[in-house]
């Protein structure tokens, strides 16, 4: 059985840190959800992407409109995250402040739903201050 703190940390390190789409897709069911509810129009994330196709395809669209990581990368000592399980054992939530090089901050929660050690369902809620 994968725990929450694997299946987070293979997460972080497809999409945040890797960029991979071809990974960050792998690690959900076929019929796998991306949701990022708070997302408008015109965003680079999609508010909701279904199946490993349509999240591959959509990240990969989100990652060719971001600035490159080297740009503003992620300042390790200034980011940290809690895992929070709950009575269901397979729903966890992630809190992250991320903290980018630059000054700027990002916080999120994210929502995950696993089945079979992968993620059935990601809701991410995110905002920069």
Same mark, same amino acid.
């Given at each position: 059985?994968?725990?929450?703190?694997?299946?987070?940390?293979?997460?972080?390190?497809? $999409?945040?840190?890797?960029?991979?789409?071809?990974?960050?897709?792998?690690?959900?069911?076929?019929?796998?959800?991306?949701?990022?509810?708070?997302? $408008?129009?015109?965003?680079?994330?999609?508010?909701?992407?279904?199946?490993?196709?349509?999240?591959?395809? $959509?990240?990969?669209?989100?990652?060719?409109?971001?600035?490159?990581?080297?740009?503003?990368?992620?300042?390790?000592?200034?980011?940290?995250?809690?895992?929070?399980?709950? $009575?269901?054992?397979?729903?966890?939530?992630?809190?992250?402040?991320?903290?980018?090089?630059?000054?700027?901050?990002?916080?999120?929660?994210?929502?995950?739903?696993?089945?079979?050690?992968?993620?059935?369902?990601?809701?991410?809620?995110?905002?920069?201050?």
């Amino acid at each position: 059985m994968t725990n929450p703190q694997e299946i987070f940390q293979r997460y972080v390190h497809a $999409g945040a840190m890797s960029r991979d789409p071809d990974a960050l897709a792998a690690l959900f069911t076929p019929d796998g959800v991306y949701e990022a509810p708070l997302a $408008g129009d015109g965003d680079v994330f999609a508010r909701r992407l279904a199946g490993r196709d349509a999240i591959r395809a $959509g990240m990969a669209a989100a990652y060719a409109r971001m600035p490159s990581a080297g740009d503003d990368p992620v300042d390790p000592a200034g980011t940290s995250f809690t895992l929070h399980t709950t $009575g269901d054992p397979d729903v966890f939530v992630a809190e992250i402040d991320t903290a980018l090089r630059s000054g700027a901050r990002m916080s999120l929660v994210q929502i995950f739903r696993v089945r079979d050690g992968l993620i059935h369902h990601l809701r991410d809620y995110f905002a920069r201050f």
